[in-house]
């Protein structure tokens, strides 16, 4: 729905990117709403694993047509689904990858926002580090999608299962989305052998993910959180702030962990399931580090 274009700022002397909806979309529902929501989400975060946003209007390019635009931080790299088409990447590389997601994402949980679509595409490596893109499906935490029958938001592989029964967004979804980038990472395949895209959205809700294959040297802890971002019940998976810093221990890297309280108990929704376990809380007493990879 959308063309970005590498541009220059005139007035602070700098390039970045405009993001503008493709003409002929503009009066489609929702579209000038997704553009809004992708800037207020991403304004809100001050994270170097973040695209900045710079600035959000309307342009009249066209006759009696206004078109919303996005300018923002201009990210030079190639996106991870670029990199693993390309070939298998060292374990070492693909935890570090998504040990910056996760502190991305810890940074988006924090101000109550769910990015919704994490995925390969969406992330672009670059010399300073990961940068996490499009927060044009983003939400606050447990709100409701658009009532449009059967509508599930998102890419099928790494939508959480309980999003197919209507269950609201929260950071737990975005865990999911991460549990399934981890095994993408380390194994080179999907949790699930299925032949189309749709079926890989069953195949989450219906069936245990594969095991990782034998991997020299990958800490086993790091096994145990990719299988545990996968379970089917939300409340099983670990928080985006103590995924990152378990990640970044395992290849000895640093992460900016934002020094928020996410200690708040996870409610476990009840179309998942009838038992009253406690969510565990996330530690608060974590030194948050800076730097690059």
């Known amino acids: 729905m959308s063309e970005v274009w590498r541009a220059r700022d005139r007035v602070l002397d700098r390039p970045v990117a405009v993001k503008l909806l493709a003409p002929g979309h503009a009066e489609e529902p929702g579209s000038l709403e997704r553009i809004r929501t992708e800037a207020r989400a991403a304004a809100k975060l001050l994270h170097p694993n973040v ?6 209007g309307e342009a009249e390019l066209l006759p009696g047509e206004s078109l919303p635009y996005l300018v923002m931080e201009l990210v030079e790299g190639e996106t991870l689904a670029a990199h693993l088409a390309a070939g298998p990447i060292d374990w070492r590389i693909g ?19 769910v990015h919704r679509d994490i995925k390969p595409a969406n992330i672009m490596l670059t010399p300073a580090g990961v940068k996490v893109l499009d927060f044009g499906i983003a939400a606050s935490a447990g709100q409701p999608d658009p009532e449009v ?14 999003r197919f029964d209507g269950i609201p967004a929260t950071p737990a979804t975005d865990m999911y989305a991460v549990g399934v980038l981890l095994h993408l990472c380390l194994s080179g395949r999907l949790p699930w052998a299925v032949d189309t895209e749709l079926r890989l959205g069953r195949a989450g809700r219906h069936r245990s993910p594969e095991p990782l294959p034998p991997i020299d040297g990958l800490p086993p802890e790091v096994a145990d959180l990719c299988r545990d971002c996968v379970s089917r019940d939300p409340v099983d998976r670990p928080t985006s702030m103590a995924a990152a810093l378990l990640l970044a221990e395992a290849v000895d890297a640093r ?7 996410l200690a708040v108990p996870r409610p476990r929704p009840a179309a998942i399931s009838p038992w009253d376990d406690q969510a565990a809380n996330a530690p608060t007493d974590v030194a948050a580090t800076s730097g690059g990879w």
């Open 51 to 56: 695209a900045s946003v710079h600035d959000f």
């Open 95 to 113: 935890v570090r990858v998504c040990a910056e997601v996760c502190a991305a994402l810890a940074a988006a949980h924090a101000h109550g926002v």
């Open 149 to 162: 029958d059967g509508l599930v938001i998102g890419t099928p592989a790494f939508v959480a299962p309980e």
């Open 255 to 261: 992460v900016y962990v934002p020094l928020a309280d």
